[in-house]
T-cell receptor
């Protein structure tokens, strides 16, 4: 059974700081890994999708890496802004349509 | 392209009642997945439908059921509601042209409160 862990559970940083969020998973036989952000009371917004054959993906100030062999992924946010404040979730797909989510990291960026 | 839509957005029910939630995927998407999100359990996978067939199922009791129509719209039903069913129910759609390899797009969710 796939288990996904995200550390830390919460993070507070001053504006402008670079930061790293971590995601680890127990079953390395994955098809892809996806990072989402969720604003309070809202649905999820996809940030980055890394295929199982890829090592990293970049979108603007975001960079996600994937190391299947060690069961780890990181989400790097450069030059953080108050608008980045949200909960960040990683999800691992091991079969089409079935995702296992971590509990998320709640990020607060202080002006 | 319109995003994933869910109706209703908010719902209040009492214990023992049943409820039906609806999800319209992005045009052209054939896979619809349903999730339950609660503060205590996080985001948990309920089931996934593809071409009107349930393809994957999570670990939820039989009171939770779903279906998908020929236009890919999906409904989920919860019978005999319990207080613990209070949650945000999210649906996600994807193209699902093959195993994995595609992004899931989420709707805004239906917030269900069971009194």
């Amino acid at each position: 059974k796939q288990e996904v862990t995200q550390i830390p559970a919460a993070l507070s940083v001053p504006e402008g700081e670079n930061l790293v969020l971590n995601c680890s998973f127990t079953d390395s036989a994955i098809y892809n890994l996806q990072w989402f952000r969720q604003d309070p009371g809202k649905g999820l917004t996809s940030l980055l999708l890394i295929q199982s054959s890829q090592r990293e993906q970049t979108s603007g100030r975001l960079n996600a890496s994937l190391d299947k062999s060690s069961g780890r992924s990181t989400l790097y946010i450069a030059a953080s802004q108050p608008g980045d404040s949200a909960t960040y979730l990683c999800a691992v797909n091991t079969n089409a349509g079935k995702s296992t989510f971590g509990d998320g990291t709640t990020l607060t960026v202080k002006p | 392209k319109a995003g994933v839509t869910q109706t209703p957005r908010y719902l209040i029910k009492t214990r023992g009642q049943q409820v039906t939630l609806s999800c319209s995927p992005i045009s052209g998407h054939r896979s619809v997945s349903w999730y339950q999100q609660t503060p205590g359990q996080g985001l948990q996978f309920l089931f996934e439908y593809f071409s009107e067939t349930q393809r994957n199922k999570g670990n939820f009791p039989g009171r939770f059921s779903g279906r998908q129509f020929s236009n890919s719209r999906s409904e989920m039903n919860v019978s005999t509601l319990e207080l613990g069913d209070s949650a945000l129910y999210l649906c996600a759609s994807s193209l699902s042209q093959g195993y994995g390899q595609e992004t899931q797009y989420f709707g805004p969710g239906t917030r269900l409160l069971v009194l």
